[in-house]
């Protein structure tokens, strides 16, 4: 069942702790591996797309991953009722599919195998 993607569920606040951009980096090495990668955004998780990575934990290097996932197509699947409503949010126009909590729901279960962090 190769055509199951792996989803990389993030819920950390990247702005207190490095799991978020750890969980960002694993999922880069899965898709590097030619994998079907579904990145998830959820809570305070959303702060991965904030233009300004000063504030971030690894914030250089959440931007390098950023625009790697940006470079190769890869959408963030942001949980709807968490999106900023700064302007500067998603400032790189990375793609993005809000969905609801159900949706993530559906996309765990689907999964061929999920990290979460």
């Known amino acids: ?60 290097d959440v931007a390098k991953f950023r625009a790697n996932l940006k470079r190769l197509g890869v959408p963030f699947h942001v949980e709807a009722g968490t999106v900023p409503e700064d302007a500067d949010w998603n400032a790189d126009g990375h793609e993005i599919v809000r969905v609801t909590r159900e949706k993530i729901a559906d996309l765990v279960r689907a999964a061929r195998r999920v990290i979460a962090f």
């Open 1 to 60: 069942m190769a055509d199951e993607p792996v989803v990389v569920l993030i819920s950390q606040d990247p702005r207190a702790t490095g799991r978020a951009f750890e969980a960002m980096r694993i999922g880069v090495g899965i898709v590097a591996g030619e994998n079907d990668v579904t990145f998830v955004l959820s809570g305070p998780a959303v702060h991965l797309l904030d233009a300004d990575t000063d504030d971030l934990v690894d914030g250089d």
